[in-house]
């Protein structure tokens, strides 16, 4: 068998549209990356198992030339090389690789210095690790994002030994190490140790051979995306077989796409005229169940969830049936999904943010039904996202305080420090300063261990505030919404008012009618982000505020919904007096979803997890400002001006 002649077919395949390219052919060189290499601090790693898909380039020119990337041969098929080659071959084939090859390690990746042909034979068996007797160069540090994740790397490796995970994003190995069962003290255990290194290993081998001809996600990436979607204590003990049907069940999830994030920023216009045909398929009535992870009298949030669902199959009459279930963790969601889905439920909407996790792995089981997540942060083709622009509402009760207040002290009662959160504070913020320019912000969190509700801010001379957005029957309203303190009674103002009902009515609609689903690209994920313009939200005032001063809050509110204004644009300053908004543009809807800031007339600042009630915590860890989902701008196909 010409193994030799094989390969190196494949190699000059690799070679030739590397010229067309005008890319270089050849392996990489590291001497030629880094010409400062020989004055770069160093590390002896010892001999470990490395992965051969990161082992990427010889160290120097030597050899080089003989391979394309890959270490694919491409020398002639009648040299010596091609004949040691095959030897060598033949040799690994009968014995293995008796000798480990030598290698230095740069930013994870290595570059071998002795054994390259070693190397070139065991990429053309399919192995996946090989023994190398390493050295680790130590980069310059730097503020750079891959720097940082690179050291995170290195203090990674040091405490488990385990050098196969690498992961491309500043806050991953955090991220995994917080995951729930992930470890049970601060050393790690042998026990722990193996069982994470078996488990990559299952995950790299089944993710290398699905994913082969796929542009997708590093695999150290797509690794904790894995753990993330179906939790680390589901799948720690998984055999091979179960790990290849997960990643099967999420490959569309690993591929790489740009813009893979829609937003929808307002409702779509009435869907046209379908021929009759067409119509003679379309669902003529819709089971939709609903999901809460506690129970509705327990939370304002969820009562207001479950009366838009009221709403919505009042409106809908016999067209739309839904049910409420109760599902506080993820088993309880599968199982509640699985046995609806018997029972004939095709939509189902997750009324929490913390409950996309526990979405991920039904909907991609059962991909012929909808999923809808209350969510702002999302990038799961088969879990369409959903929230309202509260910092829309926000910034017109931000005027209202701006005008009610007559020393600029203003309090501001925020719920989590989540992606959202911060936008909503500053609008308001922005608000009361363009009416109060002396107006200062005191921002709490009811969600702080600390937080008193009797008595939010001890600073007598703050008497605005705005305290949570929603209330339901069993609260006091007139905790709620905007009110000014007078003596030892409050005096209410203003209210934020959701109106879910809409929103759950179009979107049945839309499933009803048939456009839920276009002929668009599978590879997009699709959220929802609709606003005051979509009538999906608004402010309601009391008899009691100004009407005349309300004139300009009813100027503003207008000109949101027309889209004509945002509170973010113009010169924008954080806490730090950074510049986050020049004065001759506007925040691009990705910027404001992505605000991880408050502004300079905020006084105040996120609470750390820990200083977190613990009901709390587990959304903060999922979608908190350094939570397990940080948004990147590059990933959102909106992110425009």
Not at 199 to 226: N, S, W
Not at 374 to 386: A, E, G, M
Request: glycine share 6%.
């Amino acid at each position: 068998m010409d193994r030799y002649g094989r390969v190196r077919r494949e190699g000059l395949r690799v070679y030739t549209a590397a010229i067309q390219a005008n890319q270089d052919p050849y392996l990489p060189v590291l001497e030629a990356r880094v010409p400062e290499l020989a004055s770069l601090s160093r590390l002896s790693l010892g001999i470990i198992s490395v992965p051969l898909s990161r082992v990427v380039g010889s160290v120097s020119e030597g050899r080089s030339k003989a391979f394309t990337k890959n270490f694919l041969p491409i020398l002639d098929g009648g040299s010596e090389f091609a004949a040691k080659w095959d030897h060598l071959y033949e040799s690994v084939e009968a014995k293995g690789v008796t000798m480990p090859v030598t290698a230095l390690e740069y930013l994870g990746y290595y570059y071998i210095i002795e054994g390259n042909k070693r190397v070139s034979v065991m990429k053309a068996m399919g192995s996946l690790e090989i023994e190398a007797d390493v050295t680790r160069v130590y980069p310059p540090r730097t503020q750079d994002d891959e720097i940082t994740a690179y050291y995170e790397y290195c203090d990674f490796t040091k405490e488990t030994g385990i050098y196969g995970i690498l992961f491309t994003r500043p806050g991953s190995y955090q991220k995994l190490v917080s995951l729930p069962g992930m470890r049970a003290g601060e050393k790690w255990t042998e026990d722990e140790i193996l069982s994470l290194r078996k488990l990559f290993h299952y995950f790299a081998e089944t993710y290398e051979t699905q994913m082969k001809d796929t542009e997708c996600l590093p695999v150290g990436d797509a690794f904790l995306a894995y753990l993330i979607a179906f939790g680390y204590l589901s799948v720690r003990d998984d055999s091979m077989d179960k790990t290849r049907e997960r990643v099967r069940l999420m490959s569309r999830e690993f591929e790489v796409h740009d813009g893979r994030v829609n937003l929808v920023m307002d409702r779509a216009n009435p869907a046209p005229a379908v021929p009759l045909i067409t119509s003679l398929f379309r669902p003529s009535h819709l089971k939709a169940a609903f999901l809460f992870n506690r129970p509705i009298e327990a939370s304002a949030w969820n009562y207001w969830h479950n009366l838009g669902r009221l709403e919505a199959e009042e409106k809908l009459g016999g067209k739309l049936e839904t049910v409420a279930r109760i599902v506080p963790s993820r088993a309880d969601f599968e199982q509640t999904v699985d046995q609806l889905i018997r029972d004939g439920y095709t939509a189902f909407f997750a009324t929490s943010p913390v409950m996309l996790n526990s979405a991920i792995e039904p909907a991609l089981t059962h991909p012929e039904a909808r999923f809808l997540c209350c969510s702002l942060l999302s990038s799961y083709t088969n879990i369409r996202t959903y929230y309202i622009r509260f910092f829309e509402a926000k910034f017109l009760l931000g005027l209202a305080a701006g005008i009610l207040s007559d020393n600029g002290k203003i309090g501001y009662i925020a719920d989590y420090p989540i992606y959202g959160s911060p936008a909503a504070a500053n609008a308001f913020a922005l608000g009361a300063r363009m009416v109060n320019p002396g107006a200062k912000i005191y921002v709490n969190w009811f969600s702080a261990s600390w937080y008193n509700d009797a008595q939010p801010f001890e600073d007598p001379e703050i008497r605005v505030v705005c305290n949570r957005d929603i209330t339901a029957p069993q609260y006091d309203a007139r905790d709620c919404g905007l009110y000014v303190r007078k003596d030892k009674s409050l005096v209410h103002m203003a209210t934020l008012v959701p109106r879910w009902g809409l929103f759950y009515r179009l979107i049945s609609e839309m499933i009803l009618n048939g456009t839920f689903n276009p002929a668009e690209n599978r590879q997009t994920s699709t959220n929802y982000w609709w606003g005051i313009g979509s009538h999906i939200l608004d402010v309601a005032f009391s008899s009691r505020f100004d009407p005349y001063a309300a004139r300009i809050i009813n100027h503003f509110r207008e000109e949101l919904k027309e889209g004509t204004f945002t509170p973010f644009e113009g010169e924008i300053r954080d806490q730090s007096g950074a510049l986050r908004c020049e004065a001759d543009r506007r925040l691009t809807p990705a910027e404001i979803l992505c605000m991880d800031y408050l502004v300079d007339n905020i006084v105040g600042s996120f609470p750390r997890e820990e200083e977190l009630i613990e009901t709390a915590r587990p959304l903060v860890r999922l979608q908190g400002i350094h939570g397990e989902l940080k948004p990147e701008l590059s990933s959102f196909s909106w992110n425009r001006k």
